[in-house]
Structure formats: structure tokens, C-alpha cells
């Protein structure tokens, strides 16, 4: 068994990560994927991390133009 990247909210909680969101405007945000999951789940939305601008917005300019990836515990 080998190395795969991180691609969704699961894969997050499994290795211990937390999820970093940086938007254009400057704001940066650490999210704890277990929390975000269940509240997406309730919505039946995906948890793939492409998939979260989707269901998501910068609580500072309101966009979605973010990038989010995965990031050690702080």
C-alpha cells in the first residue's frame, strides 16, 4: 500500500489534518473537517475538497474563490 493525496473531508479525519482555506481577499481560515463533514452530510453534499466552494463562503468578502487544502494540527 502506498502514499494517495488527501482528497476528501474522510481522508482528512483519518490522517489527523486539519483543513487550511486561504481567500483572495487575505483571510485564512482552520476548519475541523469532522465538523464541517456532519454539517455537509445533513445537506447530502459532497465532501470532496474540489467540491467545497461550493458549499462554502469567505466569512470576510463573502467569495468563493478560495484554496483549500489539507494542513497538520496546530
Known sequence: MGWRP?????GMIRERLQLRIVCPCGHVALLDPFALRTQLWKRAASIALVDLPKHLLCSKCGGRRFKCHPTEQE
Open 6 to 10: 488527501v482528497t476528501d473531508l474522510s
